[in-house]
């Protein structure tokens, strides 16, 4: 039987006339690629459900009927009796041959008394190809190639569920910090995104199917448990030409066009002082890991002891300081809500704070957002007693069976439950926290750690206010809270306070954080699929910071900075007791002793960086867009083994930027302590570009007829033009 067929300015498009399954999508500049690989048991749609507390899957298979209709420009198929209930689901799709995208929706007529959590549409299996490689705008930014595909989980109902083994943040607006996903080989690839602007959830996924790779995409709460709905918005698909790159232009030509995207020029909510770039420097008050014992740090309490070797710190990198206090809380690192007065006293951190602004300098802290931490396992705090009498279960989060949400990646040493933002008892919770913070003179609020990338936890309560399954409702209550924040700071008179969150912010929530935390993996060291996906579509809307980058020992603190530089993030480190750098090889802590490295390297790495942030790179490195990057030529790959590993990292990393006004330039950061020829090859680059150098000494003179620049030791280069 033929398949039907749709044509999009750029695709054609077949479906299965019985099924509905999406069968074929071969771009029309390369008619003989076929990107969809078709299967006998690929539903043209999955929906999930909850009956008597537990989720149930179904999907187009189980339709009582099912008719496929075709038209001139779209295909409407209709699917009646789902699961054997009162609920039908229609698909449409439209195509136009002036449009290069084909155009997704779908409506959903429930009369099942049945809450639905989400409808997965459309259904996209690519062919599975070794060499092929998938962008996932997930965490701090991914690009899987090759044998990292095998990686991938298979496609099973619980990983679109919410439940705890999935984690708490994994969705859209959440760890999903964009919405798209894209994979793609030498001849080809699939485009696929939601051009939703109301931040309605989603969950993303590309797990591995036995005919290939699933581009997966649920959407997520809202649908009715008696009567209809029409989803508001449009899923895209079509094909695409390139790499990562494209793809990412693709969504940031979309997304930069939305209300959430204010670049940091037009911005008035962000402090002067974040703007001027000040590195940002960890003070962890109790143990040395997380995973390990928690005693207090006697070289830093009182807290006016961190103020002279903040000050040596300072000086070496000539520039004001973000002191960010961490696992200060009284019931032990990251205990939350049972945090108060912390170690060192209310009375100490105050004065702490003081001084630090009397220098110039700004405080802030890392917390554990909304989670209800029950214990300790390294310092035998038990909660179990202040949970109870303040009644801590009000505003935990809820398993659709109606159980609490226990935590699990941390839970055998710090056991927690999640709780849910839209309750009135979170939300006082957290407001009393951070008034707590101000009341000491802190500036810098990471409230929201552990609500990665910004997100509400999902919740499936009958007594919190909100529907009883995840939805709209979570970045509403997200907004909700930041708003009573911003409130305090006003009361408080911190005119100058900021919030951030760890991970990157999802892009629905740009223009209520100011800051946030992305933890950058050079190669070699880290997470391997690590890709500046983040970077590319949002920097000029949002300050970033990488304190907690990772690297390569024994010059993890050089590589980490260099990388930080070059991805336009402020340079960081971890504080140790004698005044010098933790330089090891961690997103965040380890014992302090073996030392490694040159601590002087690291702190000349941040300063170039600084220097360069602060001088003549900042209209691209604190306001720019990143580009795709230029040819350099000549960048030696440094290789050495420490503790049994290899490492092989570039001496040299690299960037192209264009300014807010239209300049284009080049940004190199060298972390090892040789000064480095290099060519630059880029077209952008006019005849008369400049190279500024910022090391050991400042450098500017005109880009050599052959492209040629010195990138000095420990430094960083901007080719201008």
């Known amino acids: 039987m033929e398949m039907i067929v749709l044509d ?23 008619p003989e690629v076929e990107l ?20 149930v899957m179904t999907d187009s298979f189980s339709a009582a009927t099912t008719e496929v209709s075709p038209g001139q420009d779209e295909v409407v198929m209709a699917f009646t009796g789902v699961g054997g209930l009162d609920l039908d689901v229609t698909l449409t799709v439209r195509a136009m041959t002036d449009d290069p995208m084909s155009r997704w929706s779908c409506h959903v007529r429930n009369a099942s008394g049945l809450p639905v959590v989400d409808v997965q549409f459309p259904f996209v299996v690519t062919p ?42 994994s969705h859209y607006p959440g760890s999903w910090f964009a919405q798209f996903l894209a994979w793609y080989n030498d001849r080809a690839g699939i485009y696929l995104a939601c051009e939703d602007t109301e931040g309605n959830v989603k969950r993303f996924s590309t797990p591995r199917r036995e005919s290939g790779l699933r581009l997966g995409v649920a959407h997520v709460g809202d649908w009715p448990t008696d009567g209809e709905r029409t989803l508001e918005y449009e899923t895209v698909l079509g094909s695409f ?38 590195p940002h420097i960890t003070i962890r008050l109790q143990g040395y890991l997380d995973d390990g014992p928690a005693p207090e740090i006697v070289e830093f309490l009182p807290y006016e002891k961190c103020i002279p070797l903040l000050q040596g710190v300072a000086d070496a990198v000539e520039a004001p300081l973000v002191a960010v206090m961490m696992s200060w809380e009284r ?10 007065p912390p170690v060192g006293g209310d009375q100490s951190m105050t004065n702490f704070c003081s001084m630090a602004h009397e220098r110039g300098w700004q405080v802030g802290s890392f917390c554990n957002g909304t989670r209800w931490v029950m214990g300790h396992r390294f310092n035998g705090y038990d909660g179990k007693e202040f949970f109870e009498r303040n009644h801590g279960a009000d505003g935990v989060c809820r398993l659709p069976d109606g159980e609490m949400w226990t935590e699990g990646w941390d839970g055998s040493w710090r056991p927690s439950y999640g709780c849910c933002m839209a309750a009135e008892a979170t939300q006082r919770v957290a407001l009393d926290f951070v008034n707590h913070l101000l009341g000491w003179g802190m500036t810098s609020i990471q409230f929201f750690d552990q609500n990665v990338n910004a997100a509400a936890f999902p919740c499936f309560s009958h007594d919190h206010g909100h529907a009883p399954v995840p939805g709209k409702w979570m970045p509403r209550a997200m907004e909700l809270v930041i708003a009573s924040f911003v409130d305090a700071q006003k009361r408080a008179g911190a005119v100058d306070a900021l919030q951030s969150t760890e991970q990157p912010c999802n892009e629905f929530h740009l223009q209520i954080f100011q800051q946030c935390d992305v933890r950058v993996s050079p190669p070699c060291s880290g997470t391997p699929y690590f890709a500046p996906v983040y970077h590319y579509l949002f920097h000029e809307c949002q300050i970033m910071h990488g304190m907690m980058s990772t690297g390569g020992e024994p010059y993890a603190l050089p590589i980490r900075n260099a990388w930080n530089g070059a991805l336009g993030e402020i340079p960081g480190a971890v504080l140790t007791g004698d005044g010098t750098l933790l330089n090891r090889e961690t997103f965040n802590w380890a014992n302090w002793e073996p030392k490694m490295g040159s601590n002087e390297d690291s702190l000349e790495m941040i300063r170039t960086v600084t220097a360069m942030r602060r001088g003549a790179g900042r209209d691209f490195l604190v306001y720019g867009r990143m580009m795709r990057p230029a040819q350099v030529e000549g960048i030696e790959v440094i290789e050495w083994d420490h503790e049994g590993k290899h490492y092989a990292v570039p001496a040299i990393v690299h960037t192209a930027w264009q300014s807010a006004d239209g300049r284009h330039a080049v940004v190199m950061c060298n972390w090892t302590t040789e000064d480095r020829k290099v060519t630059v090859i880029d077209e952008r680059l006019s005849s008369g570009a400049k190279v500024r150098a910022c090391g050991r000494e400042d450098v500017c003179e005109d880009l ?18």
């Open 8 to 30: 999009t300015a750029a695709d054609r498009l077949g479906f299965d006339p019985k099924t509905g399954s999406l069968v074929s999508l071969r771009p029309k500049v390369a």
């Open 36 to 55: 969809i690989a078709s299967a006998p048991g690929t539903p043209a749609f999955a929906l999930q459900y909850i009956r008597d507390g537990q989720y």
């Open 128 to 169: 599975d190809d070794p060499a092929a490689s998938l962008v996932r705008p997930f965490g701090f930014g991914e690009v899987w190639t090759g044998e990292q595909l095998n990686w991938l989980g298979a496609d099973e109902p619980k990983i679109w569920q919410f439940i705890p083994e999935c984690g708490n943040s």
């Open 241 to 278: 030409a390139g790499d990562w790159y494209d793809a990412a232009e693709r969504y940031r030509s979309w997304s930069l066009q939305q209300s959430w995207a204010t670049p940091l020029t037009e911005r008035t909510d962000v402090p002067d002082w974040l703007l001027d770039s000040p």
């Open 331 to 340: 019931g032990g690192p990251w205990v939350y809500p049972d945090c108060f």
């Open 704 to 721: 050599g007829a052959e492209g040629e620049a010195i990138v000095p030791a420990l430094g960083c280069v901007l080719v201008e033009g």
